[in-house]
């Protein structure tokens, strides 16, 4: 891989890092567990590594925005997890700084394309 | 599935004390949903290790749970550096005083003064090795268990503090400062606590068999010790500015200057004060040969010194105005 292709590949790294926990914190609505919420994510469009997600909701649930629980009902323990309230309120704030950073970037995308 | 279970234990270990077990019991269910999905039920051998080599080794993995682990937290790594560089002038400085004193006081000569400087080289290197130790285990207790945003040691800084900074002539090296200040504080050491060196080094050239024609009178000297120290005090104080601003700004020069002038006003004292010199009547050489000419040399060096930088800064003034 070239030095190009590298910094690409950093830069997109760090863009979709920016994206993941408003990406979570959306599909975590309803309870899912961190194998399901993979897919749940791909299905969705976005690409993330089982050990990035797992570590991500752990952090999530330290920072309340999470909530978890056991089902220990199947024969394999598995961990919820959950929205929590703090976790709803800071989801609407960060759409609509997700909104107000789309728009600028779009208005400056479309204005270097008119020139 | 030993080795599932070995691959979680193996993470397990390097995981932080707090949360480990929740951490590993979920590890190892997330890791089967993978193998069911991958595999299947009854997957083989090599599937599980394709498995587990896909989720990653233990360690990579035990990091993304326990995040950046710094020993010592960014925000104190300034003031660490800082502590560590004091300690080690400040060792230096110790041990160079006590070969000094050594070397006089217990007569030192020839291979004797290679093996103390030996010595005084292995116990700076022991004892500043001793105290960064200690420094950093302390740093790594803070780092461990203070949160770094509650220690923000520039949390209250404004842009006021600015205005205290000095602006002039940048010091193109430090290293002028850092030795004078070493060399100051030895002689201070030195002329206030082991006066008596000097009567040894005079003692110690005598042995030579030519007698000096005065040696110093240290009642008298003391006077002039205490004098000496106090104008040796305000130039640490001058060098210490200067290593802090990293700038000779006016003020700091005119200090300089007073500093320089004070110590040949001194040193002329010294130099023709008769009551520092008891003459030695039996001594056929120049009175200039002892103290009293090293004293001397220094009061022309001084001057000379003194007569250039004044040259220099009018000259400046002078082609400024032009």
Known sequence: ?115 | MKIIDQYIYAIGQKLPMRGREDVKKELKSLLLDDIDAKYGENPTEDQLNEAIKVFGAPGKVARKYSGDRLVIGSGFTDLYFLIFKILIFAMSVAFFTVFMVQLFADNLAGMAIVRELGNMVMNIYNASLSGIAVVTIIFIIITRFVKESKVDLEDDWTPKELKSIPLGQEVESKIESFVSIFFIMIFIVIINFFPQLINFAETSFEKSGILLASKVNLEHFALYAILMTVVWIAELVYHILILKFAVKTMALKVYNAILNLCSMIILIFMVTDSNLFVKNPESTISPLLGFQGIFTLILVISAIEFLVETGKWAYKSLIKKM
């Open chain 1, 1 to 115: 891989m070239g030095d190009k292709e590298k910094i690409m590949e950093n830069l997109l790294q760090e863009l979709k890092r920016g994206t993941l926990v408003l990406s979570v914190l959306l599909s975590s609505r309803e309870a899912s567990y961190g194998y399901s919420l993979v897919h749940k994510l791909h299905d969705c469009g976005v690409e993330i590594e089982q050990n990035t997600l797992y570590p991500l909701l752990r952090r999530l649930e330290k920072q309340e925005l999470l909530e978890s629980s056991w089902d220990t009902s199947e024969s394999r323990p598995r961990k919820y997890y959950k929205i929590s309230t703090d976790g709803e309120e800071i989801l609407e704030a960060l759409k609509v700084e997700w909104s107000k950073m789309n728009n600028v970037i779009k208005e400056m995308i479309s204005k270097e394309e008119s020139k």
